[in-house]
């Protein structure tokens, strides 16, 4: 039986890795046997799914790059590799040379006696050039080329990381093994996150400020812009608030909706999808099943707060949600936000409110992240429990977890 040595990056080790080793080991991956000579051919045969006899595969010994990728080191990659082995029985990791090639070939040079297949996966023909990296190999004897054909959807790595450093955890599970299970899940972002969060910051921030600085266009009947809408001065929005404040007061009700936007006050009929008509209750309720089924400790629960105050919504730094861990209260600040953000807000309060009665939050005097980093430890765990556990919820409930 044959070994499979399979060198790459692997920053961060992703689904579609985890499923090329599967493959492997249990005989299902129709890989082709090639060299320099006919590698075209057989990639070509591979794509078309020819038939061709390969040996049977005993063990996988995957060669991590060295070298950080968006942060993530290869001790990092090795990390996630070491949890995906639980499900793997056959596999080696090793923390390979700065090019995982090259690691492979002198792994291979080391064991004369064993007879190796070097894998390399592709999607379609813009792959082939990948194949000639076998000329590595040239002076191994007992080293064959082994082409694996993956899904036209099938994942990259640099996906992966986009994926992740976007902050949309809605997309990063998806790039998990199915068999592996939340708490693995949470012990990989928790890995990752340091790095995670230092590219949010540093690649989103000024989009982030773009977008809010932005000038809107006004459109004519026709769908013409026809002017362009100056920032409004802090001191006119102000007045704008109390104005807007005082006319929601007198003319708003049940069938009227008063609205503030940026620089100006909308009055009209009311619309029933607004975040100030919806009901945040049953799913708060149902979160805190949740949780607790989980085996969450969120016991006794907090009393959670709605507030409806436009200054905050209109403050670029104003809240969005607190928790404030001395009467065990959550407070959410839901005026002109879409009901899913406030329910996500909702949840990474309720990790702090897990964190106040572990009593982990100690005695902390600041609000400011960059001046604690006890703070900042506890800001990061809220930040990704938080998401994930709202992810698992939400994916539940879509499957037949009741809100009632």
């Not at 702090?352 to 939050?361: A, C, K, L, T, Y």
């Amino acid at each position: 039986m044959a070994v499979a040595l399979y060198p790459g990056a692997f920053k961060p080790p992703h689904k579609g890795h985890f499923e090329v080793v599967k493959r492997l080991l249990n005989g299902s991956h129709e890989g082709k046997v090639y060299d320099i000579s006919n590698y075209k051919d057989v990639g070509i045969d591979t794509l078309r799914e020819v038939d061709r006899v390969v040996d049977p595969i005993r063990k996988v010994v995957v060669f991590i790059g060295g070298g950080d990728r968006s942060g993530i080191s290869p001790t990092e990659a090795k990390a996630v590799w070491d949890i995906y082995s639980k499900y793997l029985p056959g596999l080696e990791v090793v923390l390979g040379d700065k090019n995982p090639m090259k690691a492979a070939n002198e792994y291979a040079k080391s064991n004369p006696e064993e007879q190796f297949y070097a894998v390399t996966g592709i999607r379609s023909e813009d792959d082939f050039g990948d194949l000639r990296r076998i000329t590595i190999f040239k002076n191994r004897t007992n080293v064959e080329g082994l082409i694996i054909s993956g899904a036209k959807d099938s994942i990259r790595a640099t996906d992966f990381r986009k994926s992740l450093l976007s902050g949309n955890l809605d997309t990063v599970l998806d790039f998990f093994p199915q068999e592996v299970d939340r708490k693995e899940i949470l012990k990989i972002m928790n890995m990752l996150k340091k790095s995670i969060i230092s590219e949010v910051m540093k690649d989103k921030v000024d989009d982030l400020f773009e977008a809010w600085f932005k000038e809107d266009l006004k459109e004519g009947s026709s769908g013409t812009p026809i002017a362009p809408r100056s920032a409004i001065r802090s001191d006119d929005r102000q007045k704008l608030i109390t104005l807007y404040n005082r006319v929601k007061n007198q003319v708003e009700s049940d069938g009227v909706q008063v609205s503030f936007h940026q620089d100006h006050i909308r009055v009209g009929l009311s619309n029933k999808q607004d975040s100030r008509n919806f009901d945040f209750t049953p799913y708060m309720a149902s979160i805190l099943e949740y949780m607790i089924d989980e085996g969450m400790n969120i016991q006794p629960l907090p009393e959670v707060k709605i507030r409806r105050q436009v200054a905050e919504s209109v403050d670029f730094f104003g809240r969005t949600a607190y928790y404030d861990p001395n009467v065990k209260e959550v407070v959410l600040y839901v005026e002109g936000r879409h009901p899913k953000d406030v329910m996500r807000s909702f949840t990474h309060e309720m990790v702090h409110h897990i964190q106040n009665i572990e009593g982990r939050m100690g005695n902390i005097q600041t609000s400011n992240t960059n001046e604690s980093d006890t703070l900042l430890e506890l800001e990061k765990e809220a930040y990704l429990v938080g998401n994930v556990t709202f992810r698992n919820w939400e994916d539940k409930t879509k499957n037949g977890y009741g809100i009632t």
